[in-house]
T-cell receptor, first 114, second 111 residues
Framework: NAGVTQTPKFRVLKTGQSMTLLCAQDMNHEYMYWYRQDPGMGLRLIHYSVGEGTTAKGEVPDGYNVSRLKKQNFLLGLESAAPSQTSVYFC?????????????FGPGTRLTVL | GQQVMQIPQYQHVQEGEDFTTYCNSSTTLSNIQWYKQRPGGHPVFLIQLVKSGEVKKQKRLTFQFGEAKKNSSLHITATQTTDVGTYFCAGKGGATNKLIFGTGTLLAVQP
């Protein structure tokens, strides 16, 4: 099992460009999450999904959109990237809702917006 | 909103010394999880505590959940270079149904 995978690993964007980050898990988990990690601020939840076809806002959802068309995939989109979105993005999945079960994290995507 | 703070932000120890990081929540937590993130890596689940006053051990690591379920601690006895990384607590509670991560404590261990 690959666990949780993320593509791409690194990306540099110019302000205003768009991109999609892909997260895939092969553990048949119901719940999936997108976090961003910034120095000194820990991990902050952007959006999450409790099942195929559903999404919900997290702590810092502005400027991002998500989709969960298939149970194993969770996409994070940036429609018009801004320098404030420079960060490391982690995807995670869990069997049950976060806080009641282990979260498994992907390796992360380092995004720089110039 | 709910906040989870950790202290210290950074700790540098000599190999063999003990280390403790503290986690404090502004609201009562239903449970708390601890994760470790190696430099350049991703967070990896260590443990979950649920009961008030609960203490769990994993080899040299001891985890405690406060009686009021608003704080927690992680203590490492006789640190090793393999303990290097950032330790995060994450708590669920208050009005939100989401897991809130603490700010993390970066541990550096000098051989």
């Amino acid at each position: 099992n690959a666990g949780v995978t993320q593509t791409p690993k690194f990306r540099v964007l110019k302000t205003g460009q768009s991109m999609t980050l892909l997260c895939a898990q092969d553990m048949n988990h119901e719940y999936m999450y997108w976090y961003r990690q910034d120095p000194g601020m820990g991990l902050r939840l952007i959006h999450y999904s409790v099942g195929e076809g559903t999404t919900a806002k997290g702590e810092v959802p502005d400027g991002y959109n998500v989709s969960r068309l298939k149970k194993q995939n969770f996409l994070l989109g940036l429609e018009s990237a801004a320098p404030s979105q420079t960060s490391v993005y982690f995807c995670a999945s869990s069997v049950r809702l976060a806080g009641t079960d282990t979260q498994y994290f992907g390796p992360g995507t380092r995004l720089t917006v110039l | 909103g709910q906040q989870v703070m950790q202290i210290p932000q950074y700790q540098h120890v000599q190999e063999g010394e003990d280390f403790t990081t503290y986690c404090n929540s502004s609201t009562t937590l239903s449970n708390i999880q601890w994760y470790k993130q190696r430099p350049g890596g991703h967070p990896v689940f260590l443990i979950q505590l649920v009961k008030s006053g609960e203490v769990k051990k994993q080899k040299r690591l001891t985890f405690q959940f406060g009686e009021a379920k608003k704080n927690s601690s992680l203590h490492i006895t006789a640190t090793q270079t393999t303990d290097v990384g950032t330790y995060f607590c994450a708590g669920k509670g208050g009005a939100t149904n989401k897991l809130i991560f603490g700010t993390g404590t970066l541990l550096a261990v000098q051989p």
